[in-house]
């Protein structure tokens, strides 16, 4: 074995716990990569043991027997943060073994535990992500898709401004509606947007209230599929929206 | 654990009455070794050496924490000593004890003496230097030098 010299002495030093400053930060970087200094360490150590153990002669009070005792029966052994790995050259006694098998066991428990709860929750994010994107390719579908029914709704009093625009992709009853320039709503009021269809009553399909530029979006609102839209129209509705239109219509359009 | 204790509890308790001089306090150290071990026995790790040379290290190490009055410094996990050769037994024990104290005998006295006030007192090199007025670079040799004798005679 071969110490680097000019760690010698610090070795010693450190063996006994008062190297400080910039000489420990300095031989502790060079223990990372140096395996004969680190033996050399042990071997201080056990230098420094040689030097305990010729003390030995006090024998501790009684009482201190029955007091570490009684700890030990008061206090349940936890789990080790660390464990022996290899086979000792001492025959230590078994109840040792046992304890650190116990605790291997406890933790690989644990750590199978924790394993679980990471599957289950990538699967749930997994499940999330994978219906964020079937959300996002219905929407682009309903946007560019060929058979995509799109519709210009414009003021009904010959208000030039005000523009909505829908894209309805009637065998999935997917909608996107667009709108821009919108006047601002009385009070405690909201805009509602609904299908009409070839027949019956009008369906709403949204409410919405313009932000402070007058744009506003509805994307996807719950509609039955396979309904033919005749046109679209927006009225002026209660904040909860209503389930048949309040006259008068102040947008409309019918399909291009 | 009463096996544990009734083996090496005048080891531990000897090394922490001679650090800290009070019966009292020297109890208290014991108890914590003890109990650090009972909480966790997978902190030694037999393969890397005896638990005697382990315990008498950690002791030591507790007791002059609780000298300077300060939280425990070295983190037990990290502490391997090694002695040789093998000192598992009683008998062999006693012979290398013997051995340590006849190279303490004989060792000149202001080596002993820089090695005694490190080990026993925890005083850094620099605090040996200015209680003795002696160079740094002496009592680091002096103290290197102590330990190195203390395994030469053990070998021997």
Redesign the interface.
Known sequence: MSVHEQF??????H????L?GNELVALETHLQSCADCR?E?????????????????????RH??P???D??AR?P?????????????????PW?AT??AA?IIVLLLRQNSELQGSIAALNTLFTDQKLQLQRAEDMVETLTAAESQQVTLVAAKNTPQPQGKTFYLRNKGSLIFLASNMPDLPLQKAYELWLIPTSGAPIPAGVFKPNARGSATVIDPPLPAGVEAKAFAITIEPEAGSTTPTMPIVMLGSGE | ?????DRY???L???A??VLGD?GA??DV??EV??QL?????????????????L??I???RA?DSLRKRYP??DI?D??????P?M?GDAE?SR??EK??EA?GTMPLPQRSA?EM??FE????TEIAAKTGEPLGTI??R??AG??A??KA?VA
């Open positions: 010698a002495e610090d070795l010693a030093l063996a006994l716990g008062s400080q033996r360490l042990e071997l201080l150590r056990g230098d420094m043991a040689l030097l305990a153990m010729s003390t030995t002669g006090s024998a501790p009070p201190a027997r007091r570490l005792l700890a030990v206090e052994r936890q789990i080790a943060a660390s464990v022996p790995s290899r086979r000792g050259r001492w025959g230590f006694a040792f304890a650190a605790v | 654990m009463e096996v544990l204790y509890s005048s080891l308790y000897s090394v009455l001679r019966t020297a109890e014991l108890q003890f109990m009972w909480r966790n026995p997978g902190l030694f790790d037999s393969s890397r050496g005896n638990l005697a040379p382990w008498a290290v002791a030591r190490n002059i410094e070295t996990d502490v391997i000593v090694s002695v040789e093998d598992a024990r290398a004890m340590v104290r303490l090695l490190a080990y925890g005083l850094t090199h680091k040799t103290i290197r330990l190195l203390l395994r053990v």
